[in-house]
């Protein structure tokens, strides 16, 4: 959940901020956010992912955490059900972002083109953390709560960029007493905005590692004038993507109303609220019960039953944070006397729609937010560890009841169709395996996402549309099956040469290469006759091949290289055109090659997971997303390249032109050559093998599915310009004048809780934070009073 523009008002003021070094500690850390961060901050999505260069960002980070004799304990996101108003907040929001890339688009301004995290960010990010001894869990649902929890039981600070974490810092006597019973000081959160890192990998002394953060001060805060009781409430009243819009009592409305123009509505909203708090008691329920009657008496159950799904956000899911710890940790930090430790929470609590209910929602005896049901009871032991390590992602279309957004990414508005066309039958396949494991099990009264079919949101055209997606029961006795086996069966694979790539990984690619290749003509695009013809294919196989081989190297040396080919004088190009200028249905299809990759990797594991060890696949091993993928600025410059060659000469330019080229040799010597002749004759037979998989598709896909559009649809935004989102000092961001139904610019894509991250972007680096910054080292420096400091910069 977002409190809306809470971020924006706490950026704003140096008093509850002060320097924090990172080092000699634990620290819990919310993945999703960091693999946000740094992503945003130190790559791009652009030409659909630079796994490459992120991968050794990531790393850089992880290094400097080794240095500094940090441990961190990593929390990853898990399937989250959707409210109907968070569903509609989800809406606005992707619409937007589909807006500006359109708007981009047509104004062949490709560097206005919004910020999103790529596809194969999260794995890279995963893989990386795998060379570390450190532990990661996902978490069954949100991780904020669940975060600042285990931060609490281990004394260390917190990592993490959701506005949730103010409200959580802020409560003298936490809603986090739940969790146990002796006295205890609340967590330090470190906020990634105020993030100063060093990851250029160039420093060497232990000082140059360290990390240096920003701690936040509750008691410096505005939010320390609220009371612990009322400040969930005050969060939900401020405004949620859950709870956007909270009618107020008629002298608060009149006060908004006389806003001055140069305090922001949602500061001067929070403002009016403390102010009109302040009236009552710590613990009354006055407020509470005022704002029910702004609403007809019909409509009273429906905003408390939101007003206790956001309320309930800020309380400890104590059964699955018990379970997460003993995942964590190598002893447990919970024995017999538990129950003693442990007071009483209703996880499985349902509203009857009660002022009462609120009540226990702010005291924190129920957790109304929680998933309607454990949707990994039951699972395999399999299944569920690595479900649990991130090395499988749920369903959430067939778990959760109002469906799932697939990731926004750059694509091509001119296809029909969104880059995630091409997976679609891999999905499909995946939500029958999960209908079948819940049948098998007998509990599929966990697949509240059939009613009665998976709903999955998605683009097409210039819209964001709906599809409806009948999930056909298919009985398998994953005793009996094998996982080649069901993949062949269901994903009409004809024929599946033998394994004779060297290196074996490369068949996985090779395969989904081939399934993305025969889909191409559900998405009205032209394309060649056979996959050695194919521009994006051939440069994809040929920058995974060379990366393979240039293995030799290291990553910051082969970076540069990418990096320089990719920007190679035209003139110096086979074609001697001018053909390296941005092509976005080269990045549609590199996404959608992405796309499917990953549909499919998913499907593999799971199923190993389901079926007997000598059952698992025999065909299928899968390499990192960074080997495969290194650079999406590599692919697009050499399919543009091939592109600009007839259909028939590609196949004999990318084996003989540009794979030497992409093979980083310092010098020329046996060696090399020999290393040149493999890697020809490994591409010459990955090329012959995509040719040779035969798939057996269906002739359309319009029967598997129905597209519907969304209610509101969208007003189309009208924009005569479109502000530089790359510009992140652009105030120009926010509050832009528009026709739009709705008046929100975000520049990120997929990303749960980021509903306020365009100001957020924009403040982390207006002066006022780099201030911040500043002021930390010059405090650092002279050991000067922290304020003063602030008011010498």
């Not at 950026?11 to 693999?35: I, M, N, Q």
């Not at 957790?367 to 749920?394: M, Q």
């Not at 079919?453 to 005793?479: C, G, H, T």
Request: proline share 5%; aromatic share 10%.
């Amino acid at each position: 959940m977002t409190v809306l523009g809470l971020d924006k008002i706490l950026l704003r003021s140096f008093a509850p901020w002060e320097p924090f070094f990172l080092k000699d500690t634990k620290v819990v850390v919310d993945a999703d956010d960091l693999v946000g961060f740094l992503h945003d901050k130190f790559s791009t999505g652009l030409y659909g992912g630079e796994n490459l260069s992120f991968y050794m960002v990531v790393r850089s980070f992880f290094l400097n955490l080794q240095c500094s004799n940090v441990e961190p304990y990593f929390i990853l996101r898990g399937c989250c059900d959707m409210k109907n108003k968070k569903l509609k907040h989800k809406q606005k929001k992707e619409f937007n972002v589909l807006s500006q890339l359109i708007t981009a688009v047509k104004l062949n301004a490709f560097d206005k083109i919004p910020k999103v995290l790529n596809l194969s960010a999260r794995d890279v990010f995963l893989y990386a953390l795998n060379e570390f001894p450190w532990k990661c869990i996902r978490v069954k649902s949100f991780p904020t709560t669940v975060c600042t929890a285990i931060a609490i039981i281990l004394q260390c600070p917190v990592i993490g960029l959701s506005s949730d974490y103010y409200i959580l810092m802020s409560k003298r006597q936490n809603i986090l007493n739940n969790l146990i019973s002796q006295p205890y000081s609340s967590p330090t959160f470190l906020t990634l905005h105020l993030a100063n890192l060093n990851l250029s990998g160039s420093s060497k002394s232990i000082g140059e590692k360290e990390m240096l953060f920003h701690k936040f001060i509750p008691k410096l805060s505005i939010l320390a004038r609220s009371s612990d009781f009322h400040l969930p409430l005050l969060a939900v009243l401020v405004g949620t993507d859950v709870v956007p819009n909270v009618r107020l009592p008629l002298e608060l409305q009149e006060k908004l109303q006389t806003n001055n123009s140069a305090i922001n509505y949602a500061q001067h909203r929070l403002s009016v609220l403390l102010e009109w708090f302040s009236q009552f008691d710590s613990n009354s329920i006055k407020p509470l019960e005022d704002v029910i009657n702004c609403y007809p008496i019909e409509q009273r159950t429906s905003i408390i039953n939101d007003m206790i799904h956001g309320i309930s956000r800020f309380v400890c899911p104590v059964e699955e944070t018990k379970n997460v710890l003993s995942l964590l940790s190598d002893k447990s930090y919970f024995n017999d006397t538990s129950t003693n430790t442990f007071t009483t929470v209703k996880s499985a609590f349902r509203s009857s729609g009660s002022v009462e209910d609120v009540i226990n929602s702010l005291e924190g005896t129920i957790v109304a937010y929680l998933w309607h049901e454990d949707y990994t009871n039951g699972w395999p032991p399999r299944l569920l560890y690595n479900f649990r390590k991130g090395i499988l992602f749920s369903k959430p279309s067939i778990y959760s009841s109002r469906g799932v957004f697939l990731p926004t990414v750059v694509e091509d508005p001119k296809c029909p169709f969104s880059v995630h066309e091409t997976s679609f039958l891999i999905r499909r396949l995946h939500y029958q395996i999960h209908v079948s494991l819940e049948r098998s099990l007998s509990m599929e009264n966990k697949l509240v996402g059939l009613n009665p079919d998976a709903i999955e949101y998605m683009r097409q055209n210039d819209k964001l549309v709906m599809y409806r997606i009948p999930v056909k029961y298919i009985p398998l006795d994953f005793s009996k099956v094998s996982t080649d086996e069901v993949i062949k069966d269901n994903l009409g694979f004809v024929k599946l040469p033998e394994n004779n790539l060297i290196p074996k990984l490369l068949y996985s690619l090779a395969v989904v290469l081939s399934f993305w290749f025969q889909q191409l003509k559900y998405t009205s695009i032209e394309i060649p006759s056979a996959f050695s013809e194919s521009s994006v294919g051939l440069a994809v196989a040929s920058c995974a091949v060379a990366n393979i081989y240039n293995d030799s190297s290291s990553i910051s040396e082969l970076c540069e290289f990418y990096n320089n080919l990719s920007r190679i004088p035209d003139q110096l190009s086979i074609s001697g055109s001018n053909s390296t200028s941005f092509r976005i249905d080269i990045v549609h299809s590199f996404n959608a090659i992405q796309s499917t990759f990953n549909s499919f990797k998913d499907l593999v594991k799971t199923l190993n997971c389901l079926v007997p060890e000598n059952k698992q696949s025999n065909y299928f091993t899968f390499a990192q997303s960074w080997i495969l993928f290194p650079s999406g600025k590599l692919v697009h410059f050499l399919a543009t390249q091939l592109a600009s060659l007839e259909p028939c000469g590609r196949r004999y330019s990318v084996i003989r032109v540009w794979l030497p080229k992409l093979l980083f040799i310092k010098e020329r010597n046996p060696d090399a050559t020999s290393r040149l002749t493999k890697a020809i004759n490994t591409l010459i037979t990955f090329i012959d093998l995509c040719d040779m998989i035969k798939i057996s598709l269906p002739s359309s896909l319009d029967s598997f599915y129905s597209i519907h559009e969304l209610e509101s649809n969208y007003v189309r935004e009208t924009m005569h310009t479109v502000p530089n989102l790359c510009d992140r000092n652009n105030t120009n961001l926010v509050h832009k004048p528009s026709n739009s139904a709705f008046n929100i610019i975000f520049p990120r894509g997929f990303r749960e809780r980021r509903e306020n991250r365009t100001s957020n972007k924009r403040i982390y680096n207006k002066p006022s934070a780099e201030n911040i910054v500043h002021s930390a080292q010059v405090r650092c420096l002279f050991q000067s009073n922290f304020h003063s400091t602030y008011g010498k910069t």
